[in-house]
């Protein structure tokens, strides 16, 4: 099978900033892989060719096996996505907003409210799926954006910083979520982060700082990398401050 995620040398410019400087790595079938980095780092403009939003300079990106630029409806169907900001409509029920978001993606009404139904039950949100999103915490909120973007059975989730603006208590319940999923079903996970503590568990760590790919492997290769104890100290390390401007 291959990778869930395929990235190779993939550069993008703006003007004379390099934002993503011929960076490499895959997602492997049920991986969870980390992709931490301060702020300006690339992890947006990364994110943003990942959904199409943006075209790459030059380069690869494939999902599954297919190439974003080549078939990008084909790629991007195994792809699915939570985004950084809430992407719900705030008037419509949580149920209403994962049939929407279904038939979107051309699932049959019956279809797209047979799976709503499943995974509200499967995250616990059954209680709750007949009040608009606006009266739900903001827990639950990520649990339905999260169903969401399980709706149409994708290979691959982006995590965009999902934990923004979350209380403890939610940020680890989400946290247990996501690796639950991964481990129990096979789903490959890339994550975008800035805060370590989240995904010191993941598979694969991918440190990304001023567009360019300063360390990658397991959270024990990049300790020994950096001779460092925590993998916070050896994100640290890895991305001590630099001359520059501060990229998307």
Not at 72 to 101: E, K, Y
Not at 151 to 177: F, H, N, Y
């Amino acid at each position: 099978m291959p990778p869930a995620l395929s990235i190779d040398r993939l550069v993008k410019r703006y003007g004379p900033l390099v934002a993503l400087d011929a960076i490499s790595f895959s997602v492997e079938p049920g991986q969870v892989a980390a992709l931490l980095g301060p702020n300006g780092a690339g992890k947006t403009t990364l994110f943003q060719i990942l959904t199409g939003l943006f075209v790459a300079d030059s380069g690869h990106v494939s999902l599954l096996g297919v190439d974003v630029a080549r078939d990008p409806v084909a790629a991007l169907r195994q792809l699915g996505i939570v985004f950084q900001q809430s992407a719900l409509d705030p008037d419509l029920t949580a149920r209403q907003n994962l049939i929407f978001h279904g038939g979107l993606h051309g699932l049959s009404r019956g279809d797209a409210a047979a799976r709503a139904d499943a995974w509200l039950r499967e995250f616990g949100l059954a209680d709750g799926a007949s009040k608009p999103c606006r009266q739900l915490s903001g827990g639950m909120k990520r649990r339905v954006e999260l169903a969401r973007a399980l709706m149409t059975d994708p290979a691959l989730i982006l995590l965009d910083e999902p934990t923004q603006g979350l209380d403890p208590k939610s940020r680890k319940e989400l946290v247990e979520t996501v690796f639950s999923l991964a481990r129990g079903r096979g789903l490959s996970v890339l994550w975008a982060t800035h805060l370590v503590g989240e995904v010191v568990d993941a598979d694969v760590v991918i440190v990304l700082d001023h567009g360019t790919i300063v360390g990658q492997g397991t959270a024990p290769h990049l300790l020994a990398q950096t001779g460092t104890a925590t993998l916070e100290d050896a994100f640290l390390a890895l991305t001590a401050p630099i001359e520059g401007g501060n990229l998307a």
